[in-house]
């Protein structure tokens, strides 16, 4: 019972604030294809929207978003300048398969890698996928865990409600 | 405890209430829970628990403003899952952080997690879903001097389970970026690292003589240029003994371990070769040979599968000696082509294969020395071998479908510390189709096949998915091990999970009978028993 | 400025290492306290092992080690428990079944899981008991300094297959708790098949392997003692009927009752109280069961 109260009260706290503060990307270093680091606050899309999706080279819904997303990605861009930014959590067991992977799947995302989970926990996340939307002043105004077939279209719907 | 939750919480509250529009300052978390009911069930094996239901919950809660950020994280274990260490047990705040920075200089006091180049010397960690938590309790310092040059220095006690280690840690590392650095336009670009770890704990033994700071260290280099890609890195440990009362148990042998790895990716195709050599490379933060004392990380050079029947049989690194090497090929046969149909084809083939080391690991004491040979491949034991080929093809617009193929060898005694089981072989294959069947409405079907002598014997697996675009799912699955040499352990292992995704919340519930197996992320294992019961999980992020 | 200092800093902790050189074995003298009371310290470790389990006999070789350091201080008892003390029946090895029901349930009671895996004086309990070797001998140090309340001496007979058994408690200061009195009887020399690293040995010699518990009960239905009490617990037993018991456990847990052969003459009683608040053993002895 006391469980129950716990959870209960939780989640509906949680939607409260979900609701009522913005939000900002946190000031942590993720680590580039190229051997470099960069901080993730420094990302820029000119202020159009940026989509931040979280992925996994083992995880098979991740891919599917990805793929599903990557078909339709020359359209959404052209429609609302959307840039989608994938931040792989592969640890060292599978990061030196990022690159090839994005290559022969001829993704064109921005690809960043936070082997050690620092960006990942510091924005929440606990499972992936986890994507999350950002407005024209980088604030984060949506986010969706998970991944099934179709999602995409509630995510362009977003993507379309903030773009310029 | 649930009162100071509850006060917690409402502070937050208040907090945003009273800084609304303001955007100086923000509170944001996560939330998981895992419940899960144990029955008996003498079939399979599965014990039930007591408590009937046992449940794992964390609360992350993070305060940033400007370059100040706080945080904590809340766990409760009333009592662990089976397949968690029961030395988690009760509610506590185990994860307590402030983090400033200030002119390049990032400050951090309490708790934080930190990796040294690839984890060979150190790495602090957690995986909820493994049970896995060495987090520091300390300092850690974060220093960029000039451009390119990042430096980290730290000091601290790794955790283990409700409480931290005897030993305490302190580690260094530098990276240099050499392009950023000496500010060179060149198309090869350079890193270099080199990291140091080590761990002080006191000599009480009155028989053998101890160090009491015990070192690590690797160096690593990174050569990119164009679409080629090289990393390595060598790590070597200074003598480590457990600290033993009898001669053998002591093992003052320096460990050493090696990663390689190469890479080529241009548009459509990407080519992986690695190789690694792990000689007696196992760190930990006390002498004790335990594994929550591991405070670094060697990953296994296997593929990580995510189909349940190519998972059944997971290879984990031994850290006392192994050599590996790993290929992975990825390929995509254009739209258009003959073979590549209207939208392409996507080919993923891997190939990897473990063996030990010549006689064995480094060792030395006063009675016996022995160091093994470098490269030794023909005539070693060999302790996992795995050949794969994956084929993905999107054959209209509403059906996509992959198939695999796969063989195995798993040394079932080397690999869980048994024996007369010998190695498992295996031959595997997997057609995975999802069909859209209107808009927003999917249907995925696996069907899976593991056919094996040793073991348990044959494996098949069905799945049936149904998911509705943008919250539901829903799916049956069934694992039946028709060829169990022992006629009553043929059994059926059915499940059925649905659950509900609405923006940044999720649940799930589940019912059914779970395989007593071993469930692997990177290089660690845990063992999850046999259980049939509900299952429940709620997780959000606000 | 700032830059040098932070360099420095960093530079300072790389400087912390230690290289010991052989030989590293170093010559201990004598170790064992010597201690002219009629009483002293003991502690119990609880080696909890399986003939199949191919690291335990490392563990069993670090019990014998601190034994030999610390002498008639140390007791040890083996638990043989888990799917690792399962007889192989049939298949001509580790067909023997050491299994007990008081190791299963105690086994299960600790949550002992992984092996080998043991207790000291099971401290730490509820959530630190559980030791791997290594850390056995700090353990043990540390015990060994503690004070003792208790004393326990033991008389025991055998006469072909019925014995007696006195076990005498003194107390050496006022106590307050809930105290408990544990009487089992073990048996070294057993030779039999055992999985030692990658080899199946089979002329393996098991030591102290836990045969039987004879009380489980209160020390006394008081909770005070004091200083110079004595307390006598008589017991009586027949070793047919115990080995019996162990035969009628091997076929409930699917064996095929391969549990007797006892040899009386390498048999032990081993006697310990334990606070039943804290499951912590203060005391305990150990005397051959014919002595």
Known sequence: MKKLFLTVTAIAIFS?????????????????????????????????????????????????????????????????????????????????????????????????????????????????????????????????????????DELYEQIEKIAK | MMRKISLTLSAACLTIICFPQDNSGEIHGDFDLNMQSYQEDKLIGAEPADEIILNNAYLNINYTKGDFSAGLRYESYLNALLDFDDEYKGNGIMFRYATYTIDGLEVTAGNYYEQIGSGLIFRSYENKGLGQDNAMDGVRLKYLPLKGVYLKGFIGKSRTYFTYSDGIIRGADAEINVNEALNLESKTRIIVGQGFVSRFQPD????????????????????????WNYSGEYAIKLNDPIG????????????????????????????????????????????????????????????????????????????????GTQVDVFYKIKKGSLLGGKYGTKISFNFSRINALNGGNSFLNDNSEHTPMFISIKGEELYFRDLNLEIYKKINKKIKATGILAKQSYNKDVLEGKTTYGTVESTIAIADISYKIKKGHTIRIELQELLADGGDGSWSMGLVEYTVSPHWFFAV????????????????????????LSGSNRFAIGYGKKRAGIFCVGGVCKEVPSSNGFSLTISSSF | MKNIITLFSFILIITSCDVVEGPYEIDTGDVTPTDTNTYVKKILIEDFTGHTCSNCPTAARELEAIHDLYGDQII???????????????????????????????????????????????????????????????????????????????????NGDNGTITINTELLNDVN???????????????????????????????????????????????????????????????????????????????????????????????????????????????????
């Open chain 1, 16 to 152: 409260t604030l979900s609701i009522a503060q913005s939000r900002t990307l946190p000031s942590v270093d993720v680590k580039t294809l190229n051997g470099g680091t960069i901080n993730i606050t420094t990302l820029e899309n000119d202020g159009n929207p940026i989509v931040i999706s979280f992925w996994a080279t083992w995880c098979k819904p991740c891919k599917k978003e990805l793929n599903n997303i990557a078909e339709l990605y020359e359209d959404w861009q052209d429609e609302t300048g959307v840039k989608l930014v994938a931040i792989s959590i592969d640890d060292t067991r599978s990061m030196v398969r990022v690159a090839p992977y994005i290559n022969a799947s001829d993704w064109d995302y921005e690809v960043y890698l936070d082997p050690n989970g620092d960006l990942k926990r510091a924005m929440g996340v606990s499972t992936v996928p986890h994507t999350f939307l950002l407005n024209s002043k980088k604030e984060i105004v949506w986010q969706h865990k998970g991944y099934i077939d179709g999602d995409e």
């Open chain 2, 204 to 227: 009480i033994n009155p028989k053998f003589k101890l160090p009491q700071n015990v070192a690590a260290y690797s160096s690593r280099l990174n050569i990119i240029n164009g679409g």
């Open chain 2, 244 to 323: 033993s009362l009898t001669a053998e148990g002591n093992n003052y042998a320096n460990g050493n371990a090696l990663m390689s790895s190469l890479t080529y990716s241009q548009r459509g195709f990407g080519i992986v070769a690695e190789m690694h050599r792990v000689d007696h490379m196992e760190f930990r933060s006390e002498r004790a040979q335990e594994k929550q004392y591991i405070i670094n990380y060697i990953p296994t050079l296997t593929k990580q599968h995510t189909y349940t029947l190519l998972a059944l049989y997971p290879c984990a690194t031994q850290p006392e000696g192994e050599f």
């Open chain 2, 477 to 500: 699955q069934d694992m039946y091990n028709w060829g169990n040499h022992d006629l009553e352990k043929q059994l059926h292992y059915v499940n059925i999970d649905c659950g509900f």
């Open chain 3, 76 to 158: 040890g008892m083996a638990l043989h428990v888990s799917s690792f003390a399962a007889p192989h029946t049939g298949s001509g090895k580790f067909e023997y079944d050491f299994r007990t029901q008081w190791g299963n349930s105690w086994s299960n009671f600790f949550g002992i899981s992984a092996l080998p895996s043991g207790m000291v004086n099971r401290i730490g309990y509820p959530n630190e008991h559980k030791l791997g070797k290594d850390e056995w001998l700090a353990a043990a140090i540390t015990e060994l300094e503690k004070e003792i309340d208790f004393g326990i001496s033991i008389i025991s007979d055998v």
């Open chain 3, 177 to 291: 708790g809930d105290y408990k009195l544990v009487v089992c009887l073990t048996e070294s020399n057993i030779i039999n098949w055992q999985k030692d690293g990658t080899e199946d040995v089979e002329n393996y010699e098991h030591n102290h392997a836990l045969r039987t518990v004879l009380i489980d009960e209160s020390l006394s239905t008081t909770t005070s003692y004091t200083l110079g009490d004595e307390i006598e617990t008589p017991i009586t037993f027949n070793l047919i009927t115990l080995e019996q018991a162990n035969i009628d456990y091997s076929t409930s847990q699917g064996g095929a009752g391969n549990a007797g052969g006892w040899d009386a003459s390498n048999m032990s009683v081993i006697a310990y109280i334990y606070d039943n608040t804290t499951k912590e053993i203060v005391q305990v002895e150990e005397a051959d069961l014919n002595n």
